[in-house]
């Protein structure tokens, strides 16, 4: 007879020990316990047994790794349940058993599709999705290929689309029906992409990239997709925003959020780590850069300040190397022709520079062969001659750096603990090497590829869990969902709505309890102002100023130009600057605003104006004529992106589309 005088550790965690557990989903259960116990500890009726059970955490951690201490365990908990348990201490069996597990999820989870919101991480050179399993791992879906990312390319042939690695692959020999790097296009004018006498907007070429994802996903999961969140840059403004919102839409998808892309990484980052830190989360992508300021806190994630730009990425590293691969040409062979000059060429010679460019990661050189007007040359590149090359550019990431570490100093932040790398570019060791000389620490990676698309979907899985609480806590106040304010709700009604939640999905309570407790805040990417006469003359008055923390909510009051105006127009535009008054000029114009106006009224006739950025980055306006108390209707119509009606004939003219 076994016997135990200490809490046996299955039942403690309340885990079957039929079941083959595996190390690492034993430390994942370990952790929302010890979430779930820290938070009991606090109450001061159960305050004994808590801390006790925290106080087993390291007893607990050493059975686990031990596949024998286990058994025991396992055999212990058996003889207390009358269950048999069969051996797991055959590592081959433990990983049929984890990979049975895994692929069941859907027979076995309660969760369903209503219940799972997807992560996408929408970029300019390679997109990934994801979602939150039911053990509470974010975990990537790979495509039909087998691969963990999408090339986001896109190439027309007739009524087909196909994206991805082939569309890539044969990108230089049908470069008139190939398009790639859209994002760095999205929500601005004049880009269309022009096929066979029609033209296709950024939003259409990025719904198609994200309807291969999906359905590729869906494949794969079994699950229908609806609901997703979606990334952007954190410098995205309002425009760049809502296109990346419009293309989820042309999809066919709900678009649950758009948030921003290190917020992302520092989310699944954070869902890891236990100790209070500042983070500075440096973004190098295929096209775009952000530089964030993050500070983790009690579980909670609040984003301090953002920088970066948004035509700045891999893909301008690559530019630097056709560039030299072209001039070593002409200087090797003696020609004066340009191989720029050539549209084939210049297609071989950006798909050399990328391999170049990820092969010299790992080795000191590499020989790259050249072929144009009939002359083939190979050149040799070293990674010293590509870092000198490329020096400038990653000059221009630290000194954005620099000024988002300056701000941040502002906002009370003397220093950083971490250095977190995202993006597939931050690969490049001259990365690492050129923060840690600049800013005294190691830099660490952080899943560079996939963190996004893993911090959105554990996003997801937060919206969609608070969804349920506010529909159990409406349920127990008799009240309706949109009235529940989760703050104002005594926290007995909160725990126990989390409790029924977590029974209806399968899910562990004290994952539940970390991920709805978890309070994540962001600031604005830029600052929002209108047009207005400021001592006669015209001026930006910025309502919301960047980094500001949102959602923001901010009145300003205006007068009538003249006596009886019937209505106002309002030239919105979003800009950098940090000053309430700022040059027209210098902002971008991001859209228009019309106030109605009631008759009669006076010059100088007070108007309130309201301008409202919510945790998304999206802007809101709202308007107060106040001599009558009358609301002003208002029309907010982004410049350069589609409308409504565009966006349902876009949809419509998909119909028979088949995607590969």
Known sequence: MIEQSRPNFFLLLELDPKTPWSESEFQQFLKHKKAEWTKKSKNTKYRAKYVAYLDMVSNIQEVIKNPNSRQIEANYANQQTNKKVEEINDPTQLEQSTNHIQSTIKEESKM??????????????????????????PTVITNMEGDRTTPSVVQFNGEERIVGKEAKDSSMLEPDNTVDMVKRFMGKEGFNFEHEGKSYPPEEISSYILRKMVEDAQQQTGLTITDVVITCPAYFGIPERDATKFAGEIAGLNVRSIINEPTAAAIFYGVNEEADQTVLVYDLGGGTFDITVIKIEGGNITVICTNGDDDLGGKNWD????????????????????????PETLQDLYVSAEKAKKTLTSKTETSILVFHEMQRQKITLTREIFDELTESLLTNTIELTNIAIAEAKKRGIEDFDQILMVGGSTKMPQVARRLQEQFGKEPKFCEPDEAVAKGAAVYGHKLMLDQEIIIKISEELGVKPEEVKIEDVEQEIVEKAQGN????????????????????????????????????EEKLVNLIIQNDTVPADVTQRFGTAEANQTSVELIIAENRSTDQYYELSSSQEIGQA??????????????DVTFKVDEQGMLNMYAKELSTGRDATITIKTEGGITEEEKEEIKARQTGLVFS
């Open 112 to 137: 369903s599709e209503k219940n799972v919101i997807f992560g996408i991480d929408l970029g300019t050179t390679y997109s990934c999705i994801a979602y939150v399993d039911q053990y509470g791992r």
């Open 501 to 536: 939640v977590a029974d209806d999905l399968g899910l562990q309570l004290g994952a539940v309890q970390t991920a709805t407790d978890t309070k994540i805040t962001n600031v604005a990417s830029k600052s929002f102002g209108i047009k207005a006469f400021v001592k006669n």
């Open 594 to 607: 019309e106030i109605t106006l009631p008759p009669g009224l006076p010059q100088g006739t007070p108007i």
């Open 319 to 342: 530019e630097k190397i056709v560039t030299y691969l072209a001039q070593q040409w002409q200087e090797e062979t003696g020609s004066s022709e340009d191989p720029l000059d050539s």
